[in-house]
Nanobody, 122 residues
Framework: VQLQASGGGLVQAGGSQRLSCAAS????????MGWFRQAPGKEREFVAG????????FYKDSVKGRFTISRDNAKNTVYLQMNSLKSEDTAVYYCAADPGGTWDKVANWKLWGQGTLVTVSS
């Protein structure tokens, strides 16, 4: 059971970036999936989450209207489309699966992928 995040890189402020997280070895379509981020010197924080059937999504307030989480269950992949990026979005982004409670609590999530670094230059 593995989650593999990709798509990070250097982007200018105001630009866009799409992150992907591929899941292997598990029943993906029934799993709630999430994206988190951790900026230098800060705690990991919830960014966005999506249910298995994509009917429910939830976002951190500061990314609403700029970020969109989506998934393709046929490809076992969840995405995070990030638009209008700001310098404060610079962080290592992680995907996660199967929260055992509320989505915004890091400790509730059981499975994590490795991070992918997004650097927004101003």
């Amino acid at each position: 059971v593995q989650l593999q995040a990709s798509g990070g890189g250097l982007v200018q402020a105001g630009g866009s970036q799409r992150l992907s997280c591929a899941a292997s070895g598990r029943t993906f379509s029934s799993s709630v999936m999430g994206w988190f981020r951790q900026a230098p010197g800060k705690e990991r924080e919830f960014v966005a989450g999506i249910t298995g059937n994509s009917q429910i999504t939830f976002y951190k307030d500061s990314v609403k209207g700029r970020f969109t989480i989506s998934r393709d269950n046929a490809k076992n992949t969840v995405y995070l489309q990030m638009n209008s990026l700001k310098s404060e979005d610079t962080a290592v982004y992680y995907c996660a699966a199967d929260p055992g409670g509320t989505w915004d609590k890091v400790a509730n999530w059981k499975l994590w992928g490795q991070g992918t670094l997004v650097t927004v230059s101003s």
